[in-house]
């Protein structure tokens, strides 16, 4: 039996334990288990950061405010001596405009400040929102993981008898070929050998290449340059 036979008997074996792990990838029981399981250990800490920076942003922000209105109410506090300022022959249009500027200026930030203490408080029924779904997907994920864990032992036994006859036909396939064939199969490609037509790749449709043809002619293994499947001559 040649290369190309024996590389054929492997996959066959192999898209028997491919089915296996698409109808894994495709159960229910493993979507809720790697669903949880990626909230709990990527969505919820990633979320949970940026609120924090938010939140440390929001802080800084109301308290650069709260400075700013004392500081312009400890101004319109030295207004309040302004009868003596004016007996003394200061011009009472200047102060009045400046007086009322600083009173629109006191009424922006006021808003600001009113706005930042809403988005504070909304901040905080998100964090406590994430906090609650946090212990509710905590319980879940552990649900998850044991019918997951259930889902694959009724899985393991099919599989092993798989693995052990691939592990018998692997031996008669030259090393090198099957550790292209192996690095194939973890990039999903599959099938990993096909057929050429035409001298064409049938999957791809690529046309061989000199060197390719001279190769499938003396019924050695060639590549798709396209596709990189392996490909043989029926
Ligand atoms: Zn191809």
């Given at each position: 039996m040649?290369q190309?036979?024996?590389?054929?008997?492997?996959?066959?074996?192999d898209?028997?334990?491919?089915?296996?792990?698409?109808?894994?990838a495709?159960?229910?029981?493993?979507?809720?288990y790697s669903?949880s399981?990626?909230?709990?250990?990527?969505?919820?800490p990633?979320k949970?950061?940026s609120?924090?920076a938010?939140a440390?942003?929001?802080?800084?922000m109301l308290?650069?405010l709260n400075?700013k209105y004392?500081?312009?109410m400890?101004?319109?506090k030295?207004?309040?001596?302004i009868?003596?300022l004016?007996?003394?022959?200061?011009d009472?249009?200047?102060?009045k405009k400046?007086?009322s500027?600083?009173?629109?200026?006191?009424?922006s930030?006021?808003g600001?400040i009113s706005a930042?203490?809403k988005?504070?408080?909304?901040?905080d029924?998100e964090?406590?929102?994430?906090?609650?779904?946090?212990?509710?997907?905590?319980k879940?994920?552990?649900?998850?993981?044991?019918?997951?864990?259930?889902?694959?032992?009724?899985?393991?036994?099919e599989?092993?008898?798989?693995k052990?006859?691939?592990?018998?036909?692997?031996?008669?396939?030259?090393p090198?070929?099957?550790?292209r064939?192996?690095?194939?199969?973890?990039?999903?490609?599959?099938?990993?050998?096909?057929?050429?037509k035409?001298?064409?790749c049938?999957?791809?449709?690529?046309?061989l290449?000199?060197?390719g043809k001279?190769?499938?002619?003396?019924?050695?293994v060639?590549?798709c340059?396209?596709?990189?499947?392996?490909?043989?001559?029926?």
């Amino acid at each position: 039996m040649g290369q190309i036979e024996k590389l054929l008997k492997y996959q066959e074996e192999d898209s028997k334990l491919l089915n296996i792990e698409r109808e894994a990838a495709n159960s229910q029981e493993w979507k809720n288990y790697s669903q949880s399981k990626s909230f709990l250990t990527k969505r919820a800490p990633e979320k949970l950061e940026s609120m924090d920076a938010k939140a440390r942003e929001m802080t800084a922000m109301l308290e650069k405010l709260n400075k700013k209105y004392e500081e312009i109410m400890a101004t319109i506090k030295d207004f309040e001596n302004i009868d003596e300022l004016v007996e003394e022959g200061a011009d009472i249009q200047f102060y009045k405009k400046n007086a009322s500027q600083l009173t629109e200026k006191l009424k922006s930030i006021k808003g600001e400040i009113s706005a930042l203490v809403k988005s504070m408080k909304d901040a905080d029924e998100e964090y406590q929102a994430l906090k609650k779904k946090t212990i509710t997907v905590q319980k879940q994920y552990q649900e998850y993981s044991v019918a997951y864990q259930e889902y694959k032992k009724g899985k393991i036994a099919e599989m092993e008898k798989i693995k052990k006859e691939l592990e018998v036909l692997a031996k008669e396939i030259s090393p090198d070929v099957m550790k292209r064939y192996v690095a194939k199969r973890s990039e999903r490609i599959f099938p990993i050998i096909c057929s050429v037509k035409n001298e064409r790749c049938s999957k791809c449709g690529m046309e061989l290449s000199i060197v390719g043809k001279e190769k499938i002619s003396s019924g050695n293994v060639t590549e798709c340059e396209n596709c990189h499947r392996f490909l043989y001559k029926e």
